[in-house]
């Protein structure tokens, strides 16, 4: 049995793609990567934008059209969260709609899914997971910013038990992981009984085998001197955290329910650049929110020089039915939009390159994940990343680099990658 699964979306739905991957191979199942001759067609989708909506049903009718005849149609994640009935009713084609909210439960009723196609057994034998994992620890936000969907679609927040964590990561790291990535919409808000994130990267970092740990999305809010600490002092822990700003006027984080001030976010930096001197600080940003007036908009601009982050995320806003910012009257025109956001992307490119600049002639230890043969008069090189967040490029035909811890000096810098030598 072929299956092919398309991914659109947060590294949340990378997860659970990954996850019901695992379970389909587990089951016998082997991806293809022609989608014609799949017996199981997937398509995990997203609703954060109008627009991932519309590509992902583009995908839907596009599969729909072509599949064979006995072939399943699944569409999972957060649009099948919130129009999966619809979406059922307007495709016939859909075999199964699984929201994201059930996702979590897919074990439990898969082999039902998969009945029309026949009897599966699982054997977890069977399955490898990649040398860097992504680990669920929560599901859903108990936030609300007024400008976002998911904790209408995803639901409350809701940690999951630490010993479930610990399993999976001890799981994970038996079958190669050599780096997790702990998942949640705010991680840094986890808390199971008495253990808070600090406590549970504390945990996590005690797994014999496992070399590194990331997290994301923390929320500025909820990153406390406790976890800036634990980060700072735990070997295995990557010097990255991401913290999206969104943006840098008081009046629009207001507006957009962040629950933090300009103020405590520059306090956030200024700790973790105490601790942390080396840390790479990346952050997601947002311009043209409803009502942000010129002022707003130079207030993110200063707030971007003095921070100077690695790299960001940067997004135009776009009004999304069934948030409170869809109804703001003071909509910003779109060429306003696009205009402040190309002069910050200019701005952001700049620090970018200026801090993979100043990496040449240092040594980076990085973990190769992906190896790619030469095309194009380029050579053979593995792909991976340094203790931060920065690429790291090894060009070689040496095959034996995946998942190797691999220390090297920077020769030169692309601007948004470090070429590395032996
Ligand atoms: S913190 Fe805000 S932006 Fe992030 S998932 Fe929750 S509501 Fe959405």
Redesign the pocket.
Known sequence: MLYYMKTFGCQMNVSDSDMLSTLLEERGFTATENEREADLLVVNTCSVREKAEVTAERKILEFAKFKQDHALLWVIGCMAQRVGEELMQRIPAISRVIGAKEIEFIEDRIDQFLSPLGTFTADDSKTESSWSSFLPIMRG?????T?????HV?GREKSIAVETVLEQARHMVARGAKEITLLG??VNSYKYEDVDFAGLLRLVSEIDGLERIRFT?P?PKDISDEVIEAVASLPKMCHHIHL?V?AGSDAILKRM??TYTRAEFLDRVKKIRQCMPDCDITTDVMVGFPGESDQDFQDTLSLFREVRFTSAFMFAFSPRKGTGAANYKDQIPEAIKIARLNELVSIQTDITKECYNEMIGKEVTALFTLFQEGKNGRADHWIGTDYGFKRVILETDRQDLGGELFTGKVVRSTGMTLVVEA
């Not at 936000?141 to 910013?145: E, H, I, L, P």
């Open positions: 936000c108990d936030k609300f910013c400008y976002c969907i998911v904790p995803r919409q705010t999305s929320h999206p969104q329910a962040r």
